[in-house]
């Protein structure tokens, strides 16, 4: 697991499940991988917004919708963000496998509605073979993200 996360986890005293499992780089596999449902599955989606990034935060079988992102955000032009673009920002981290804590990296994060519907949250934790379990209530009390309708099916 990555070090900064469970440090921030470790130290805010939440309850929280690390879960080891195959090799998985797609959300929807990463929740098959762990016998879960695709829509408690937080994944990432890395967003280029002016001239910054942020992490937009949606459950494994939803999408970014880039025109409702857009119209919830100051910053434009927006679109999805490459890999290389991004990459460097998480030194830390397997290309894809972040976790959604946007001030663990310096990054403002948006996450979707969708996610509020479910009592839990499962992310990677750094690379395609960890994840981590927790209630969503704690997540969002120490991510602090802004949440907004962003997500199509």
């Known amino acids: 697991m ?3 996360l469970k440090q921030l986890l470790d130290e805010s005293h939440v309850a929280y499940s ?3 499992h195959h090799l998985a780089y797609t959300a929807q596999e990463v929740a098959a991988a762990e016998h879960m449902p695709g829509r408690e599955h937080a994944k990432v989606t890395m967003i280029k917004a002016g001239e910054g990034f942020l992490l937009a935060v949606l459950s494994a079988p939803r999408k970014v919708d880039l025109a409702k992102l857009s119209g919830v955000l100051p910053s434009k032009p927006i ?3 490459e890999e290389a673009e991004f990459s460097p920002l998480f030194p830390d981290c397997e290309p894809g496998a972040m976790p959604p804590f946007g001030h663990l990296f310096g990054l403002p994060m948006i996450v979707d509605t969708e996610l ?5 949250i499962v992310f990677q934790a750094g690379s395609h073979a960890e994840s981590v379990r927790m209630r969503y209530a704690d997540f969002k009390r120490l991510a602090n993200p802004r949440i907004a309708d962003i997500a199509v099916r």
């Open 18 to 20: 690390p879960i080891v």
């Open 79 to 81: 679109r999805l963000a």
């Open 2 to 4: 990555l070090a900064k």
């Open 116 to 120: 509020e519907k479910d009592e839990h």
